[in-house]
């Protein structure tokens, strides 16, 4: 099956937010921020505050209103968990610190947020979430509530009483209209949480976000359950298989659980990652906070530190998928390769071959039957035995149109597995296995031992930097460890990686082989139909998922290419992203050089990040509104206002939150003729107690 990008998302979205309402939630009593609708001139809005006066929680009270608790993984201060068992722990006990402070003690037992939308027809759509809490403050997960209102008559959209699970019907309501669950962070992020996402190596960046784009997951999931319920079936029917069906089904089902338990390690370790990045953040600038100079000293080692590893982690993973890969088989020799390679295409032939004699036997039996019809015409009739020798004779002659077999067919099967894709990729491995050149490997070595030699040296120097007092020792210790700790699970994920993808194709193939098998038998029995057909359909996502993602790879280094081009403040910082098809990333300048082999800055790497999650948003085909607390981050200068101007030229909705150092001065001016609106956050300090509420205007000075 051929499809497009068109074909990758459910339906087109367009959609701005037009009211959102807050009570009770965190320093907000009672606050209403009303928005215009964006045009192709004006689209941004503008919200403005100091720090602590509630601009992250307008937006957390945003994602929480439309995703309830799934968008508990678009808050960073809830540090969510990789699974929804943690998810749901991390929920509640951030929904406990939600109930404004001041609610209690006045009779107040909820919060709500009020979202009112507006789609492509200026139909509005409203959506109110109303938390409970009991009388002395504690949340009531079990009492949360949810009601959908469309049109202007406010038409109630609500599960049908047959409905068996509301909450999940309400949740897929939810995805479908506005957002699916795996889309949501290239809409809503934290400016400072990109900044760290941006340190996670580029290529998984990709895999990553294109796999949260297409769904992959979620196919993944579809044809597990497929298999799963082929395998169970099998199980019902006693002495039912042949051996080699029993065979394939025992090498499946080992290769199943491994990958399942590898996946699930995968999935641990990344949320670990992310957990100990965000520590390891707050530390070093806790520590390189003593003195400018200790600062300006150890962040750029610590930035050569990190680089230094992730050199050495690619060379190491270059190495690995050599040794893993091609290079065995150019060890074997290029006569040995020309053998096997013309061998598989002699046996390809003899496949089509037997397919083309097989359907020539039906042909033939239909020329035979033409004839013992004809030879009753005959005058005078012919006898049994002239009729017997005349069919024989007619048989034989047809029969030479399939033998001999032609000289380039092979004479049995040697490698009967090799067929379909496999074989193809067989031999271009086979292929690769010829162009390996002692060169490289050699070059990569050199990269790996200087890069090491370089890394022992930066840790020798940090080590060296005397900084003083107990509490900054200990700092110090905890942020060696966590490093160590990182370090270590990125060399664990890059070889759970590529394990994980030598094995999918493996267990693919078999699966195929599987289902073959499976379809050989069943015109016996009716529940072989059944098995066969899962299995079908299970191998068939895997192949909708392999044409997807590569379809998805070109359109997202395309756009990827014209959103680092507009923010990069270089001219000729980058001639285009070249991505492969298993995730790797080249930045190639015009001279085709990979920038990556030269130290980026951080704000380049966050280029990169930036770059990455509106390539997602604009190959999704879905207009939402961007949402962004504090959207500079930590932007060097030269890449503020280029960021700002890319940002603002979206053809969607963009609310910017942002405090009095960042959209302010030149960086304010940059964008100032596309703001459609802007507020202030206000706030008060009685106590213990902080309320907030929203002024229409801007930080002063600022002619907002």
Known sequence: ????????????????????????????????????????????????????????????????????????????????????????????????????????????????????????????????????????????????????????????????????????????????????????????????????????????????????????????????????????????????????????????????QKLRSQRRELEEIESELATLALEQDQLVHELTGQSPATQAEMGELLQKKSDLEKSIATAEEKLVGLVSGSLPFALVGSDLRRRVTERLGRERARAQWLAAREQGRERIDAVIEELESGLDELVPPLNEEQRRVLQCLLQRALDRLWHPPPPEVAEDFRHPHAVGPLAERIVAVLEDGERIRQQEIEGTLRTWKRAAEDLRETRRVIEAIQLQGPEVREKRERLRKVQSRLQELQRRRGALENVVKSREPELQQKRKEYARVAEMLAGSRPVWRRIARAQKIANALADLSTEAWTLCVRAIAGAMSDSIRSMAHRDDYLHHVDIAVDGTVRLLSRDGRDLQEFDLSAGEKQIFTQALFAAVAKVSSRKFPLVVDTPLGRLDQQHRVNVLRHLATRDTQVILLSTNTEVVGEYLDAIRPRISKAYRLESIQIGDLRESWPVEGYFEGEGL
């Open 1 to 256: 099956m051929r499809f497009s990008i068109a074909h990758l998302t459910l339906r087109k979205t367009w959609m701005y937010l037009r009211r959102i309402e807050l009570r009770d939630f965190k320093a907000y009593q009672q606050a209403a921020f009303d928005f215009p609708a964006p045009n192709s001139r004006e689209n941004v809005v503008l919200i403005g505050g100091l720090n602590g006066f509630g601009k992250t929680s307008f937006f957390e009270a945003l994602v929480l209103g439309l995703f309830g608790r799934d968008g508990i993984q678009l808050i960073t201060r809830a540090r969510p968990g990789a699974d929804e068992q943690e998810r749901g722990r991390s929920y509640a006990q951030f929904m406990q610190r939600v109930l404004f402070g001041g609610a209690p003690q006045q009779g107040r037992t909820s919060c709500s947020v009020k979202l009112v939308f507006d789609d492509e027809g200026g139909r509005p759509v409203e959506l109110i979430r109303k938390w409970h809490y009991s009388e002395k403050g504690r949340y009531q997960p079990s009492h949360d509530e949810l009601q959908i209102f469309e049109g202007m008559e406010r038409r109630v959209v609500e599960p049908g009483e047959e409905t068996a699970d509301p909450h999940r019907w309400y949740r897929e309501w939810i995805f479908r209209r506005f957002l699916p669950v795996n889309q949501m962070n290239f809409f809503f992020f934290d400016g400072e949480a990109a900044a760290i996402y941006a340190e996670r190596d580029m290529a998984h960046q990709v895999r990553e976000s294109i796999e949260g784009m297409l769904g992959l997951s979620w196919l993944r999931r579809l044809a597990e359950t497929l298999h799963d319920y082929a395998a169970n079936r099998r199980q019902g029917i006693p002495g039912a298989s042949s051996a080699k069906l029993r065979a394939l089904e025992g090498e499946i089902r080992e290769l199943e």
